[in-house]
């Protein structure tokens, strides 16, 4: 059996997305900026796009502004703000511990520029209090920067809550969206959500395009400079084929969000219960306050990548952590923010379910992640350190 259980770093893309690219790139192939009619068609397809997905989030068309993805879309929006923070003699920007490396390596770059970062505990739960955000605010706050959904672990932050503190502080507030972008439901009026970034490929749309919804009023700071496409904040020509499959995406998973919800939830529940057999085993993060199709789990004893490419060998797609530091040696830094020391977080596995999860390949994946750890255990220097209490466990 193959199973892709890795959904949290990339989808495939669905038969509505393909399909609604191949016009732009096969008929409607002109430059949106030419004045000639193949050219307009082209604008037309981007402009009906837009407002589509205005409309998914509660938003106006011109408030959506096309990106090459989510870290673009979270570089702009911070970026934007701290100038505008300048602007007002406000450098204090708050964010949490757990944020995508898009916002975190952002946020470094500008606290070597002169501004005082504030990063959030998230609870062994991974989740932020909005009373935590209360407290950190301060008069030269010019910006609260919280993800929806957390990436790695799956936790659903209290937005609307947060939203709400902000605005009524004058402080803006983004969102790192892109992983809760169609699979939870976002009002952006109703969430008093200033800034928020998505980025098409996790929800079945191509890879190398997003967008950054801003509020209208919010100043945006250009990142790339040139023409004057997207209102003249984002030069170059734009990419008329993806955004239109995006948009269409979008839509589609938009119309199912309830119904994805309801099939996807009892699975996920049956695995970490499955899961949750193993010894020395622990769930990361809330088991409810998480997206529908998260489970990631810490086990005592291995380390993440044998799991893995032994996964692997038996047709299971997975991941320790989040895509973008997949490369990387050291320990996941959303598990060390919740609690986990090194030792426990280098066993960690994220298995993503998508909406075509079945019941077999449920109970598939707990057969498996289980026979595969044990094997692992049964080599494992520091697991016979523990049983022979030499260590103590910690799970």
């Known amino acids: 059996m193959k199973i892709y259980a890795d959904n949290a770093a990339t989808t495939k893309m669905s038969r509505t997305a393909i399909e609604a690219m191949l016009r732009p790139m096969e008929e409607e192939y ?89 990063l959030l505990d998230v ?65 952006v009026k109703a969430q008093n959500i200033d800034l928020l970034s998505a980025s098409a490929h996790k929800f079945h749309g191509p890879k190398g395009i997003g967008f950054l919804y801003a509020r209208r009023g ?60 193993i010894s020395h085993s622990a769930l ?18 291995i380390e993440g990548e044998s799991l893995l490419l032994l996964l692997d060998d038996r047709g299971i797609c997975a991941s320790s952590g989040s895509a973008c530091t997949s490369g990387s040696l050291d320990p996941s830094h959303v598990l060390l923010a919740i609690g986990r020391i090194h030792d426990v977080a280098h066993g960690s596995l994220r298995l993503s379910l998508g909406e075509e999860a079945t019941e077999e390949e449920v109970d598939y994946l707990i057969q498996n992640v289980k026979e595969v750890v044990a094997y692992l255990r049964g080599f494992s220097p520091v697991w016979r350190d523990l049983q022979s209490g030499k260590k103590d466990f910690i799970l």
């Open 123 to 187: 609870h062994s739960d991974g989740i932020v209090r909005p009373d935590q955000v209360r407290e950190a605010i301060r008069d030269d706050t010019c910006l609260v920067t919280i993800m929806y959904a957390n990436n790695e672990i799956g936790t659903i932050q209290p937005i609307r809550e947060i939203g709400e503190i902000c605005r009524a502080k004058g402080v803006l507030f983004h969102t790192d969206a892109v992983q809760a972008v169609g699979h939870l439901p976002i009002d």
């Open 30 to 118: 002109g430059n949106p900026s030419s004045l000639y009619v193949l050219g307009q068609r082209a604008k037309e397809i981007i402009e009906e796009a837009r407002a589509r997905i205005a409309a998914v989030i509660g938003a106006e068309p011109r408030e959506i502004l096309f990106t090459s993805g989510g870290s673009e879309a979270d570089n702009q929006a911070i970026l934007s703000a701290a100038a505008l923070g300048i602007r007002d003699g406000k450098r204090h920007i708050i964010s949490t511990a757990f944020e995508h490396h898009a916002v975190l390596h952002t946020l470094k770059k500008l606290e070597n520029e002169g501004f005082e970062i504030t």
């Open 218 to 277: 919010v100043r945006l700071t250009n990142l790339i400079e040139g023409g004057a496409q997207e209102r003249g904040k984002r030069a170059g020509t734009e990419n008329t084929p993806a955004i239109a499959g995006m948009a269409a995406a979008l839509c589609e998973v938009a119309g199912k969000i309830e119904e994805n919800a309801a099939h996807l939830i009892p699975l996920r529940d049956r695995l970490i219960a499955g899961l949750l057999e």
């Open 284 to 301: 990361n993060g809330d088991p409810e306050k998480r997206l529908p199709g998260n489970v990631n789990f810490c086990f005592e004893g």
